[in-house]
């Protein structure tokens, strides 16, 4: 359910609309679920969802701030259904020049990879201390940082609980996963600097150098064999890899040089 309202707030996120409208979208997609917005007046969070543009890490709040061809947004849904949180968050490309940006491809796709990666990972037995090591390891191979002041946490019939998964190495976190436990897994990976800033708001989280930077995030249930990933994408959700500009030109190059050497 959680999937579904995040896919509606993606597919508004176009150039000349304000995160105040994702918001009214995410609030009257909830409200039709017959759910609450979780965010909605936790901690005093004063919006239904988190929107962060371009070099704010999470906890963006909406207002009117117009998205432009070229940003890159992190959509942030938490519902709260039957007795239940559900949460997820992915990073979009607002517009064609977001798209064709190669640092702003670079930092996604990483993110998308390496949540990927550690979610390869979950199976009764993972040590909560291990996704952080192959987060940093994969984020670091792409030149990018990892954010270590935020972490994937428990979720169920509380918003934020138990297990703490750190997405950095050599984390000091305690215990083994077990069929049956559900969390998140969250990374936060930047361009430049891993540090943050928060705003006087006491919500908004930004990279310390103005860097971009993107997340990515499920709710997943550990089983007896493995994992399943609760808020998993759907065929038609929007949004989704691509490959960076770039390198996508450099394979196209090759492809052309070895097409002619066949003819």
Known sequence: MAREVLDLAAAAAKPGVTTDYIDEVVHKACVERDSY???????????????????????????????????????????????????????????????????????????????????????????????????EKHAKSKNCSVVKTYCGHGVNQLFHCAPTIPHYAKNKAVGT??????????????????????????????????????????????TETGVEVLTARRDDSPGGAIPIPEQAAQEST??????????
């Open 177 to 222: 996963a077990k069929p049956g436990m559900c969390f998140t897994i969250e990374p936060m990976i930047n361009l430049g600097t891993h540090t943050d800033r928060t705003w006087p708001d006491d919500w908004t989280s930004v990279t310390a150098d103005g860097s971009r930077t993107a997340q990515f995030e499920h709710t997943m249930l550990v």
């Open 254 to 263: 090759v492809d052309g040089m070895k097409n002619l050497e066949v003819k």
């Open 37 to 135: 917005p979780s965010p909605l007046n936790y901690y005093h969070f004063p919006k239904s969802v988190c929107t962060s543009v371009n070099e704010v890490i999470c906890h963006g709040i909406p207002d009117q701030r117009v998205l432009v061809d070229g940003d890159i947004i992190n959509i942030d849904v938490t519902l709260y259904h039957e007795g239940f949180h559900g949460d997820l968050n992915e990073t979009y490309y607002v517009g064609d020049k977001a798209k064709a940006d190669p640092e702003s491809v670079r930092v996604v796709e990483t993110t998308r990879e390496c949540l990927d990666q550690s979610i390869a990972l979950v199976k009764p037995g993972m040590l909560f201390r291990e996704p952080g090591k192959v987060i």
